[in-house]
């Protein structure tokens, strides 16, 4: 797993890390994809797909933090924003989705934010 902070120069409220997790996600009740993230904040994280997601589609998320087998953080997420080659936001980037997280409990954030500190 590959981990960095963003620079400072990202227009973010939360602390973002590259950090690259993998992710089983699905879009209302189709069929369970594998893909991984590319970074991660307490507010979302990116995940790189080509999937043909549109803003505001509610993807079901399930993956763990490194080292925390036993607890799977699962959350539903908005897609934010769309990164694919005839859409390309960031080109830096991969082909993919940024995901804002829209239910997450108060143990998957707690768990997200003791990553996000540790590291």
Not at 26 to 46: A, M, N, P, R, W
Not at 51 to 70: A, T
């Amino acid at each position: 797993m590959q981990l960095h902070k963003e620079s400072n120069s990202e227009r973010r409220s939360n602390v973002r890390l590259r950090a690259e997790i993998r992710v089983s996600y699905s879009e209302h009740q189709s069929k369970l994809l594998i893909g991984y993230s590319l970074d991660l904040s307490t507010g979302g994280i990116f995940l790189i797909t080509t999937c043909p997601f549109d803003v505001d589609d509610i993807v079901k998320l399930r993956f763990y933090m490194p080292g925390e087998v036993e607890k799977a953080v699962s959350c539903n997420a908005r897609v934010a924003w769309i990164n694919y080659q005839d859409k390309w936001l960031k080109p830096e980037s991969p082909t993919g989705v940024g995901l804002q997280f829209v239910n997450l409990a108060p143990k998957d954030l707690c768990t997200i934010v003791k990553f996000l500190e540790a590291e």
